[in-house]
């Protein structure tokens, strides 16, 4: 089993910053790719960024540049920095972990980006 606990959601204006935080309960050397998701009003939940135990990184095509995604194994937390937020990046931000082949979701964190 993992748990996964997201934070730093919240409102920002359109332009400004934000640093998420995932944090599991699995030392994350074990766990082999992580990831950043999002679910906008009325949309179906997508993928933002992944990050594998090695440092691999991927991006969605909307969001490479202002975002990035990072992962400190000591702390077995994964974050992602994005920047130049937009309103259209609003949404529930959802931290995803594949273990053993099993995979495991957050609770989500809202981001509200004001225009």
């Known amino acids: 089993q993992v748990q996964l606990v997201e934070s730093g959601g919240g409102l920002v204006q359109a332009g400004g910053p934000l640093r998420l935080s995932c944090a599991a309960s699995k030392t994350s050397f074990s766990i082999r790719l992580m990831a950043w998701y999002r679910q906008a009003p009325g949309k179906e939940r997508e993928l933002v960024a992944s990050i594998t135990s090695g440092g691999i990184t991927n991006y969605a095509d909307s969001i490479k540049v202002r975002f990035t995604v990072s992962r400190d194994n000591a702390k077995n937390t994964v974050y992602l920095q994005m920047n130049s937020l937009q309103p259209e990046d609003t949404g529930i931000y959802y931290c995803?972990?594949?273990?053993?082949?099993?995979?495991?979701w957050g609770q989500g964190t809202q981001v509200t980006v004001s225009s």
């Open positions: 995803y972990a594949n273990y053993m082949g099993t995979t495991y």
